[in-house]
């Protein structure tokens, strides 16, 4: 447990857009987004003990509580105070999630909190676990704590990519069995759609690589949150190009095709790319879901009344080229959208949608 005082389980970050939904900050989102989960991580003075390529909070990265996770500041804040003010607001939010790190104090301080959250909040709790700060048994325990969701930030699509982003290659302590194991136990911890993973598109997978990874949770019973991949200062990949806006959205639409039970990814046609060419939907269905815009909405843990509460508002993409849409679509974003998924880099047009449609 930490003992210093601005240290979980008495302080927690909180995402800038909660840190505004709460007061603490001022401002409002593009678009009058609205957020609906309150999205906390743990804190220590020494940080993450974790090394991930792509990630804000990875050692050695200066201040830990002055570094930026999902290209977002995290400012700290005592638990208290945000518990009152939750309450005191809870109109706003459908869920309360608690995101680990890597940190010997992480999974004692977690199911402390787990308990707290669960009796202070009038709100369904996700935990984001971290699996290699975790033994047998304990996804069970944050459920018994009161736990209504477990969810595992596997992030990278392949076992390759895992490795070289976050496990051995870059002397990393995560592992990507491990993570597959900690879902097995979420599946018979939580049951059916009451887990699942984060996913983060642009790490160098191939379209049809992602999406049988979707496949492969989902088959577990679990859903699939997608990011799309966008540098983060001062970490190693920061660097490195943005994810591409047509893989993000055809990966989106499979994602959720398969994710609501509506096609199967051995249904799906790829090019010679790994590149999806056929969703294994008819045209007019096909159509009339992305016309909703609904698949192209941020993923993430359910609400009382939304498919998703955690909507994270820009935190995969700018206002200016949204990637995750925290609210409903418009017609000139789904035009927009459909521009973006019948694009094929660098290769004859091979679209599966009419764009002028
Ligand atoms: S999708 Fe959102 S609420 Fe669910 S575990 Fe991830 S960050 Fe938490």
Redesign the pocket.
């Known amino acids: 447990m930490g003992i210093d005082a601005h240290e979980s389980p008495k302080h927690l970050r909180l995402s800038l857009a909660a840190a505004m939904s709460l007061g603490f900050r001022p401002g409002q989102f593009y678009r009058g987004a609205r957020l609906h989960?309150l999205?906390l991580l743990l804190t220590y003075e020494d940080g993450c003990h974790a090394n991930c390529t792509y990630c804000g909070l990875a050692r050695g990265g200066g201040a830990y509580a002055e570094r930026s996770f999902i290209r977002v500041e995290w400012p700290t804040y005592a638990t208290g105070e945000i518990l009152a003010r939750a309450r005191e607001r809870k109109s706003n939010f459908e869920?309360v999630?608690l995101?680990m790190i890597m940190h010997p104090a992480a999974l004692d301080d977690t199911l402390e909190l787990t308990g707290r959250l669960s009796r202070e909040c009038d709100q369904p709790l996700?935990v984001?676990v971290n699996p290699s700060a975790m033994r047998d048994g304990d996804i069970e325990e944050l459920r018994s704590a009161g736990a209504d969701?477990a969810?595992v930030a596997v992030d990278a699509a392949t076992p390759a990519l895992f490795d070289a982003n976050r496990g051995k290659a870059v002397s990393g302590p995560h592992r990507w069995e491990r993570y597959w194991a900690t879902l097995e136990e979420a599946a018979v911890a939580f049951g059916r759609n009451r887990f699942?993973c984060?996913l983060i598109a642009g790490l160098g997978e191939t379209e049809r690589e992602m999406l049988a990874t979707v496949q492969r949770l989902r088959s577990m019973g679990g859903r699939s949150?997608l990011f799309s991949f966008n540098p983060e200062r001062g970490s190693a990949l920061e660097g490195n190009d943005p994810c591409r806006p047509d893989h993000f959205r055809r990966v989106q639409l499979g994602r959720f095709l398969i994710d609501y039970d509506i096609v199967d990814f051995n249904s799906m046609e790829f090019d010679e790319h790994e590149r999806v060419v056929g969703f294994g939907l008819k045209g007019a269905e096909l159509d009339r879901l992305v016309d909703s815009g609904v698949p192209f909405m941020t993923s993430?843990?359910p609400g009382k009344t939304r498919l998703c509460?955690?909507n994270?508002p820009f935190g995969d993409g700018p206002p200016s080229d949204i990637r995750s849409f925290p609210f409903n679509l418009d017609d000139q974003d789904v035009l927009q959208v459909r521009k973006q998924l019948a694009t094929y880099p660098e290769v004859p047009a091979a679209s599966v949608l009419d764009v002028e449609a």
């Open positions: 989960c999205n869920r999630c995101s996700s984001l969701m969810t699942g984060h949150h993430g843990c509460a955690c994270r």
